[in-house]
């Protein structure tokens, strides 16, 4: 069983950055591959981005490449999430998820969840 806790949501003007982290509760979190997600008020939830279990291979949605990064610390039990130039169309709840496939947007290839963090861009 993996738990998983998002923080670093918050209230930011467009054009500033947000670092949003993922931490995990069990040591086998670095054999997992990790995504981020994430739901808008009215919208199904989407992928944002996902990093290998060792960090070597990452993937983003078009909507957020150049902009957003995803790395992970093994050793901390963490993810994270570079957000820079966001934008207002970026606010939503953001989540991560954990799981040992490959099939970055389909989610119900993942196996664990977080609850999510409220990120709002102002325009």
């Known amino acids: 069983q993996v738990q998983l806790v998002e923080s670093g949501g918050g209230l930011v003007q467009a054009g500033g950055s947000l670092r949003l982290s993922c931490a995990a509760s069990?040591?086998?979190?670095?054999?997992?591959?990790v995504g981020w997600f994430r739901q808008a008020p009215g919208q199904e939830r989407e992928f944002v981005a996902l990093?290998?279990?060792?960090?070597?291979?990452?993937t983003y949605a078009d909507s957020v490449k150049g902009r957003f990064t995803i790395s992970r610390d093994n050793a901390k039990n963490t993810v994270s999430l570079q957000m820079n130039s966001l934008k207002a169309e970026d606010t939503a709840v953001y989540y991560c998820?954990?799981?040992?496939?490959?099939?970055?947007?389909?989610?119900?290839?993942?196996?664990?969840w977080g609850q999510g963090t409220q990120v709002t861009v102002s325009s």
């Open positions: 998820a954990a799981t040992t496939g490959w099939s970055p947007d389909v989610e119900t290839g993942y196996d664990y």
């Open positions: 069990a040591r086998t979190f670095s054999g997992f591959n």
């Open positions: 990093i290998s279990w060792g960090g070597r291979y990452t």
